[in-house]
């Protein structure tokens, strides 16, 4: 990966691109490059859907090359959800192929005049970007099924749907998987307002004729790669749970501890779990025929395969198999226990190009409003559709937790910077708590997973329910989350990686194969922490201050059943988290 494609949809005589060398930006991937690029160029207070907002697309550095689980891509801009700096990560094909066409990061910046739509196609021969005004107004699966009329099976896509060329603060930005559906997405932060303000629909990638990225070491990297391999398949969670029932084994598992939100965060366990949790997921898509569903991965060199296909009761496909969170936002959360209503409403998503979280999160405060009943499938599909057409309803809720609970004059709003907060309660388990109260990104369980430690057990133990040590611990993940956010690697590698030091030790073996130049547990460190000190810069410079860095106030006088606990970390212990 040796160059920057720049497109400046500012261009007086239409859409410019250009091709330049990585300069000050060499040696970074993934959301090393996307927050770099973002810190320096972007202006911390611009409008988020303004000219001067940028959105990097930027594959992980191992990206493109044979290392397991490297398929990540980051995409970053300044958020219109959160007003902060956002990297938004997913899985699928296009950062393994734009990796391969040498790219380290695709920038749009500036805005079409006219409100035209773009598409732009990447492939061995360079970049083209075409106004195509039919492309209006598809939702995903549609924009998806005409690329691949003009284009070919053997592309990957990055699109937003309805909901970005809205630019509503929940859209995302779609990523197609290995059967080359939008199932995989950027969801957080609405970075597809941002694609959709650019006015770029989708960017098509094409590999052929390319070759896979070599690494400097050859032997060194082969070997480290098969020990990394070997360690993700002996450890009980990456070897054995999520292979067999994906993300959504955490459903039982979560509500189980009393941390599992339900209706708008008002109680820690839902009644209505066993019937969406990823047991009875999984036993329902063996019973339908879903071939491959215990065994899926979303791009080229997963080992792990935490994804599988949900068909709908006819045997057809109807979506991927909605994840944990997923489940839990429009399940649990809304009070909802019907997984084939659930899966719908994730076809949904995915399809308007809507984040799951945010959208859950959404329908639980409308719920709360009295817009719905808790538990009304139909209702929720409802509103969701008012979400995908456009209406005045759908264009509030399309901006998310916040902007609706203010609407509606709803106290309980659980989010953090304006973001809402996915599927693990503050009050029970703390250290995911701090996470989401401090992140750079708004509450973001993947900033820095505590649940792993206050929960599975996994990188030690430290007790959900009281405030001691979660400082700490979310301080640690969120800095080794950052660097694993710059590699590319799925942020699943992280439960071996934790508990097994030999895995970690391939895994720096893999970089430092790859490289040339050998890694240390401290390079890894410096690099998250440069990532967070960068992060963290931008969002001082937007106009965030330790105010932000606060959970709402119901979760400190709020008691959450069943163990009828509040949020303990205090703002003082808070303020300590960036004290490195
Ligand atoms: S473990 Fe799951 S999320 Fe991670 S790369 Fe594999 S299929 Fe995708």
């Not at 339908?288 to 215990?294: I, L, Q, T, V």
Request: hydrophobic share 35%; with cysteine.
């Amino acid at each position: 990966m040796d160059k920057i494609l720049r497109i400046n949809m500012s261009g007086s005589n239409g859409p410019e691109l250009s091709t330049e060398p990585l300069g000050a930006y060499t040696g970074l991937g993934g959301r090393a490059m996307t927050s770099s690029v973002v810190s320096s160029e972007v202006p911390p207070t611009c409008h988020p859907l303004s000219a001067e907002n940028k959105l990097v697309i930027a594959p992980g550095l191992l990206s493109g090359s044979a290392a397991a689980m490297s398929g990540r891509i980051s995409i970053g801009c300044k958020s219109p959800l959160t007003g902060g700096i956002k990297e938004a990560n997913s899985g699928g094909q296009p950062s393994q192929m734009l990796a391969r066409l040498g790219y380290a990061a695709v920038i749009l910046e500036g805005k079409p005049k006219d409100g035209a739509l773009f598409k732009v196609v990447i492939n061995k021969d360079g970049a083209a970007i075409t106004p195509d005004d039919s492309l209006k107004m598809l939702g995903n699966y549609d924009l998806v099924e005409k690329m691949k009329t003009e284009h070919g099976e053997k592309i990957a896509c990055i699109s937003i749907g309805q909901a970005g060329e809205m630019k509503m603060s929940a859209a995302s930005i779609a990523c197609t998987d290995m059967e080359l559906r939008p199932t995989r997405h950027c969801g957080r932060g609405g970075v597809g307002a941002v694609m959709g303000a650019k006015g770029v629909k989708v960017i098509v990638v094409d590999d052929a004729d390319t070759q896979m990225r070599s690494p400097a070491d050859p032997e060194k990297f082969k070997a480290a790669n098969k020990a990394f391999v070997a360690g993700l398949r002996k450890h009980p969670v990456t070897g054995e749970g999520l292979p067999a029932y994906g993300t959504n084994i955490l459903t039982n598992v979560i509500n189980e501890a009393g941390g599992y939100p339900t209706h708008n965060f008002s109680s820690g366990q839902f009644e209505g779990a066993s019937k969406i949790s990823g047991e009875t997921q999984a036993e329902l898509e063996n019973e339908r025929g879903g071939k491959g569903s215990a065994t899926h991965g979303c791009h080229r060199g997963c080992v792990i395969r935490c994804s599988g296909t949900f068909y709908d009761k006819n045997g057809n496909f109807l979506t991927k198999q909605p994840e944990y969170e997923t489940v839990w936002a429009h399940g649990g959360n809304c009070g909802i226990d019907d997984i084939d209503a659930v899966a719908r409403i994730d076809r949904m998503d995915d399809d308007f190009g809507l984040d799951t979280i945010e959208m859950g999160a959404t329908i639980g405060v409308a719920m709360e409003a009295g817009l719905a009943k808790f538990g009304d499938a139909d209702a929720a599909i409802k509103l969701l559709e008012e979400v995908g057409q456009g209406t005045p309803l759908g264009r509030i809720l399309g901006n998310g937790a916040a902007v609706t609970g203010k609407v509606f004059g709803v106290e309980r709003v659980p989010v953090v910077k304006g973001q809402a907060m996915p599927a693990y309660d503050p009050r029970t388990v703390q250290g995911i708590g701090v996470t989401y109260a401090t992140s750079t990104m708004g509450a973001d369980h993947t900033a820095g997973y505590a649940v792993a430690t206050n929960i599975l057990g996994v990188g030690g133990n430290v007790d959900p329910l009281k405030p001691e040590g979660q400082v700490e611990l979310s301080r640690n993940l969120q800095i080794a989350t950052a660097a694993i956010d710059a590699t590319g690697m799925c942020l699943f590698i992280a439960f071996a990686i934790l508990d097994q030091p030999d895995t970690f030790q391939a895994l720096l073996d893999i970089i430092g194969g790859f490289s040339g130049q050998p890694l240390t547990a401290d390079d890894v460190t410096a690099l998250g922490k440069s990532i967070l000190q960068k992060e963290r810069d931008f969002n001082t410079r937007a106009g965030f201050s330790s105010k932000d860095d606060r959970l709402p106030d119901y979760f400190q006088n709020e008691k959450l059943p069943p163990h009828n606990i509040t949020f303990g970390v205090s703002d003082e212990e808070l303020d300590q988290v960036y004290n490195f």
